[in-house]
C-alpha cells in the first residue's frame, strides 16, 4: 500500500499537492472556531455518590456547592457595624439578582461564624451557580470583575473554586499560546540547522501545522456530537507539530539516503517512502494506542485526548506518507543533501558502550534508578488555589480566607439522607470527627458535639421529606487528607441512608475512580503496544525489553515529578507553590503521552536494525549501522520535540508545568541513554535470542513491501 501511495504521489504529484492545499485551507477556516465548540470540565466522576448527592440537592433543595465565594472587607471598624451591614446586604442582593446565579448564603443573614474571620474584618457571601462548567465560567468572565469592588463601606474580592478554575483556564489559554508563538519559529530554525535546506525544514513545518490543523478540526466535529475538552486543543497543537517534525525528519532523510545511494529521484521518492512509510505507520498506530487507553476513564477531560491523539495520529502519519512525497517529487532537488556521514558522536558513543557492556551499562542504570528514587515518596493529592501564581486574585482571596478564617465553607461537605429522620444524634456526632468545624442540620448548628445555635434560613428540609446536613470543615483538613476526612464522615453511622457529596466527595470519588481505572488503562497500553512491535520485529524478545526500558524513562519522569514538584526544589526558579503532593490526573495523562513518543523513537531505531540484521544476518553490525543512521535523526526529533514540550515550563499553571518538564525530561532521556545506549546493549548481550519467535508466532509478521530496483519511468514526474 505505502509503495503504492508513494507511485500515486510521484505520478500525480501536482493533483496531490493541488488537493492538499484546499483541503489545509479548508480544515484551517473550519479548525479556527474550534475553541468556540470545546467544553471545560470539573473534578467530578459520573455516576459516583457525590455527584448522586449534588443531583439530588439540585432536584430536591434547589441548591448545590457553593462554587463562588465573595470576600468582603470592612473598610471602616468590623463587618457587624451599621454601614458595613447595609452595604453587604445590597451586594448580596445584586449577587441574587445576577443571571445563572440559584442561592445567596451571607454572614449578615446567617450570623454563622464559619462566614466570619476571626478578627472581624471579613466575612464571605457564598453563591451557586447553576449550570456546565462552560456556561458558568463564561459568565463569570462578566460577573467577577462586576462584583471585584472598593467603595466607601467595602472591599470586595471574588474567589471560590469555580472562579479558580476559571483563572486556570484564562491562564492556561494564554501560556498555551505564548509558547506556541514561541516554539514554532524556533523549531524551523532548528530543522533549518538540521536539514541545512530551508525547503526541507518548510516542508516539514508545513507538514505538522497540516495535522495541527486537521486536529482541531477534527476536535470541532466530534464536539457537534459528545463533549470535548479544550485542554484537548492544546494538546493538539504541541503533538501535531512535534509528530510533523518526526515523520518528516525520517521520510525526508531517507529520501536523501536513497539519492546518495544513487536513485533517481522518483525512484527516491517511492523507497523513502515504502521504506520510512512503513516506520511511521508503526510509530503512528504505537502513540494513537497510548493515547487511547485513556478512554478507559468516565471523564470527558480524558478521554478528549484519547481522540485528540487519534487526530492527531491519523494527520500526522497522512502528511508524511502522502503530502511529503508529492513534494518531494516536485522539488526534491531542493531538499538534497549527502547522507549522514560514516560516523557521529553517538555512533561512536554507541560502539564505545558496545565494546564494554556491562560498566557503560551498569553506569547508566544507576543513573537513571538514582533519578527516578524519589518516585517511592509519591504522594496524590487534590489542587487547590495554588496552581494559580501568586498574585492571582482568586488565589490571593482563598489565601486570606485560609489564613484568617477558621473554617472552610466553600468545601462544605453535604449530607442527603434518603427520608425524614431525627438527625440531632447524627449532626453531634459529625461535629466530633477530626477536621468538622460545624454542623448546620433541620435541628440547628452543632459544634463538638452540642447544639450551639437555632435553626438558620438555608432549607435543609425539601418537601419530598428528604433532609440535608452542611458539614462544614476546618481549614486544617482541607489543606490536609480530603479523602480520609470524607471517608470518616461516610463511615459515621446515619438515621436513614445518605449520600455524601460537596466539592471535597467530589474530589475524592474523582481521585478514588482515576485510580481504580489506572491499571486498566496501563494494560491496555503495555499489551497493544508489544502486540504493535511483535508484529513489526517478529521477535518475542524485543517487545519486551523495549516496554522495560519505556519503563525506566517513565520513572525518571515521575521521580523529576516527585522531586521538584511535590517536594518543591527548584520551585523558586520555576516559579511555583509545592503542596507536598501531586494532583493525579496530570501524571496520568503524561504517562500515556510520554509512554507514546518513547515508544514513537524505539519504532525508529528498532526498524532501522532490523532492516540491517534481514540484510546481513549479523546483530553487532545491525545494531551499529542502525544506530548511525538513525541516532542523528533520533536526537535531532527529541531536540525539538523537547523543546516544544519545555516552553510550557513558563506557564504560570502548575499543571502545565509538570507536562513541560515531566514529558521534555523522559523525551530527552529515552532518545539518548535508553535508546541509544542501554537498548543496543541489551540487544549485543541477548545475540540471536533477539530474533526469536515460535513458528506459529512468527507467521503474524507484517512483512516489508518490496520496492523495484528499478527506476521507475521519467514520466511519473
Known sequence: MLTRLGRLAVRRSRAVLAAVLLVFLGLAAYGAGAADDLDLSRWSAPGTESVRAGDRLREDFRTGNPNLAVLVTARDGDVDSPATRRAARALAAELTRAPGVTHVTSYWDTRSAALRSRNGRRALILARLEGTATATRALLGTLAPQLTRTTAALDVQVGGQEEISRQVGEQARGDFLRAEAFALPVVLLLLVLVYRRTVAALLT?????????????????????????TFAANLALVLGLGLGVDYGLFVINRYREER???HTNPDAVVRATAAAGRTVVFSGVTVAVSLCSLAVFPFFFLRSFAYAGVLVVLTAVAGAVLFLPAALARWGRHVERPAAPASGFW???????????????????????????????????????????????????????????????????????????????????LSLLPGVYQ??????????????AAPGQDRLTAPTGRVRLAVVPTQQAMYGDVPAFVDRIRKTPSPAPALVGGYPGETTDFRATLLERLPYAIGIVLAATYAILFLMTSSVLLP?????????????MFGCLVWVFQDGHLSGTLGFTPTGSIEPSIPVLMFCVAYGLSMDYEVFLLARIKEEHDRTGDTLRAVGEGIRRSAPLITAAAGILALSFLSYVGSGVVFL???????????????????L????????????????APRMLRRLRIREARTPTDELPAGYV
Do not use: C
Not at 513545518?205 to 475538552?229: D, I
Not at 528514587?373 to 489565601?399: I, K
Not at 454542623?439 to 450551639?452: E, F, K, N
Open 657 to 675: 508545568k509538570e507536562l513541560g518538564l515531566g514529558t521534555a525530561l523522559t523525551i530527552l532521556v529515552d532518545a539518548t541513554l535508553i535508546r
Open 544 to 556: 519486551v525489553k523495549a516496554t522495560v526500558l519505556n519503563l525506566l524513562s517513565l520513572s525518571v
Open 439 to 452: 454542623v448546620d442540620a433541620p435541628s440547628g448548628a452543632y459544634r463538638h458535639g452540642q447544639r450551639t
Open 347 to 429: 555512533h561512536h558513543t554507541a560502539l564505545r558502550a558496545l565494546r564494554r557492556p556491562l560498566l557503560a551499562g551498569g553506569g547508566v542504570l544507576t543513573v537513571l534508578l538514582v533519578a527516578a528514587l524519589p518516585l517511592l515518596g509519591l504522594r496524590f493529592g487534590l489542587p487547590d488555589e495554588r496552581v494559580l501564581p501568586r498574585g492571582t486574585s482568586s488565589r490571593t482571596a482563598a489565601e486570606i480566607v485560609h489564613r484568617e478564617f477558621a473554617a472552610e465553607p466553600t468545601d462544605t461537605v453535604h449530607i442527603v439522607l434518603a427520608g425524614s429522620a431525627d438527625t440531632r444524634a447524627y449532626a453531634a456526632a
Open 677 to 692: 545506549v542501554l537498548l543496543p546493549l541489551a540487544m549485543r548481550l541477548a545475540g540471536r535470542a533477539n530474533w526469536w
Open 205 to 229: 513545518v508545513a507538514a505538522g501545522l497540516l495535522s495541527v490543523l486537521g486536529t482541531l478540526a477534527g476536535l470541532r466535529l466530534l464536539a457537534q456530537f459528545t463533549e470535548v475538552s
Open 260 to 262: 546518495a545511494a544513487g
